[in-house]
Nanobody, 126 residues
Framework: QVQLAESGGGLVQAGGSLRLSCVVS????????MAWFRQAPGKEREFVAT???????KYGDSVKGRFTVSRDNAKNAVYLQMSSLKSEDTAVYYC????????????????????WGQGTQVTVSS
């Protein structure tokens, strides 16, 4: 059984920064592509960022240049460094994982991910 546990959410002022962490347990982490999604009240789940098994990253348009995703295979962890936060970044942020056959494969559709964390709330005050 694969389990994902997010941490690092909280309340921050606009323009500030937060770092989210997600630790994966239960299976071979190095075989997974990892991603972050978010969902604000009344809105659909939105792709934020993904990192391939090989460490390449891709971002949603709304966070490009402000967020950075990274992974530490030795710690079975993925991180999301968020900077220049805006009120519209307020949402529950979810970590997701899925098996990836190739180290360069990336996925941006939320329904292609097999495993999910419980989510962590990020609130940006203006």
């Amino acid at each position: 059984q694969v389990q994902l546990a997010e941490s690092g959410g909280g309340l921050v002022q606009a323009g500030g920064s937060l770092r989210l962490s997600c630790v994966v347990s239960g299976r071979t982490y190095n075989n997974y592509a990892m991603a972050w999604f978010r969902q604000a009240p009344g809105k659909e789940r939105e792709f934020v960022a993904t990192v391939t098994r090989g460490g390449s990253a891709k971002y949603g348009d709304s966070v490009k240049g402000r967020f950075t995703v990274s992974r530490d295979n030795a710690k079975n962890a993925v991180y999301l460094q968020m900077s220049s936060l805006k009120s519209e970044d307020t949402a529950v942020y979810y970590c997701a994982a899925r098996a990836a056959a190739d180290s360069s494969d990336w996925y941006i559709e939320w329904d292609s991910y097999q495993y999910w964390g419980q989510g962590t709330q990020v609130t940006v005050s203006s």
